[in-house]
């Protein structure tokens, strides 16, 4: 079986490759009555676009976004929401090379064995052009849940991590890097560059953050929040860690050092910390939902690598082509989304169930 569908009652499908004619999203169980315009998920697509400095991958897709179903006199009507956007700069001689051998760390090797026959254009669905549709979906889901900010921000790059003392969230669309700390943006400059004349790459962490959910969102054991988001962030190209909260830094806190604390608030409790990253028994506590994404260093790079035929044989590969340094950058609004497209479906299945 093969799976292109997430959420439960909110859910959106993507379909299309990475050097096909198109690629997209079909959102499905969008409440009717919200007004949306092609302008409203643009934004969220230029901040993945690629191509608008050295730091990311040269290929040049404008990704604009168009709706062609589900939407009428400005409004959404209930019915699928289909959104397209266009390839329009794919150089697929430049994977001819990868016809024959497989790429370590790639999923060409997987997809051969899983169906005997693979998109080798790219990666076709393992690439992580696919990202572009979830992101447009995620712009619906965005109309969803208004009472909900999402902000996204790229904590370390290459092991060089920010420095929180410097946070300042007006930094992030200052530099290539969605970087809060003006100094350490300037320290990835070398470390990025570095890496791309080299010709590798180098992996990143990403922090997610949504303010505004309210107390409630989730459920007990097998639809909790917090494995709903680890799940929708798991399934980002690339991504090969999450965390929720202190995450693994929780194993080395003693009880007491852990708890959120409370007092009493003038709308219920004021807590006191947020290690549980506010998500308590897979349920929204009220407190900022906070999730890490650790990104692995781009798969296609130009330094030769030891590998395979498709017959078997021994053999080596340099994947040609135009490739991002360190995919973690644009993988911000992508994380972004899939925060609102799973929040979006968990304030529906509250509402189904709670009123």
């Known amino acids: 079986m093969s799976f292109n569908t997430f959420g439960r009652l909110f859910r959106f499908t993507t379909w299309g490759e ?34 608008q400095s050295k730091f990311t991958t040269q290929r040049q897709e404008p ?9 009428f ?8 929401i289909s959104l397209m956007i266009e390839n329009v700069d794919q150089r697929s001689k430049d994977y001819s090379e990868v016809a024959v051998s497989y790429r370590p760390g790639h999923a060409d090797y997987a997809y051969d064995a899983k169906y005997g026959f693979r998109d080798y254009r790219g990666g076709g669905r393992s690439s992580a052009r696919e990202t572009a549709a979830r992101v447009a979906a995620g712009g619906v889901a965005r109309l969803v849940i208004p009472e909900v ?36 943006a300037k320290r990835w400059e070398k470390i990025v560059d570095e890496a791309r004349l080299a010709g590798s790459s180098v992996g990143a962490v990403v922090e997610c953050e949504a303010t505004g959910v309210p107390a409630g969102w989730g459920a007990p054991l097998y639809a909790k929040l917090d494995s709903e988001l680890a799940s929708a962030m798991m399934s980002i190209n690339a991504v090969k860690g999450v965390e929720i909260g202190d995450g693994f830094s929780a194993a080395r806190l003693t009880g007491e050092q852990n708890a959120d604390a409370m007092r009493p ?17 897979g349920i ?44 973690g950058i644009r993988g911000v609004p992508v994380v972004e989304a899939m925060m609102a497209l799973v929040l979006a479906d968990q304030k529906l299945l509250q509402r189904g169930q709670c009123g």
């Open 149 to 184: 900010t999402i902000r996204a921000w790229v904590s370390e790059i290459g092991g060089d991590a920010i420095d929180e003392d410097n946070f300042d969230f007006a930094q992030i669309r200052e530099n290539p890097f969605f970087c809060p700390d003006a100094e350490a």
């Open 18 to 51: 990475s050097h096909g004619p198109a690629l997209g999203a079909v959102v499905d169980g969008c409440p009717p009555g919200l007004a949306i315009s092609e302008a409203d998920l643009q934004p969220f697509l230029d901040a993945r676009r690629p191509g």
């Open 284 to 327: 929204s506590t009220g407190q900022p939902v906070r999730v890490r994404v650790a990104f692995k260093p781009t798969s296609s790079i130009l330094t030769p690598v030891e590998t395979i035929t498709r017959s078997g044989e021994a053999s080596e590969i340099r994947t040609k082509g135009r490739h991002d340094p360190c995919v």
């Open 265 to 281: 608030g003038n709308d219920g409790p004021s807590f006191l910390a947020n290690h549980a990253g506010g998500i308590a028994g």
């Open 63 to 71: 990704d604009q976004v168009r709706i062609l179903s589900g939407v």
């Open 73 to 80: 006199e400005g409004k959404t009507t209930g019915t699928p």
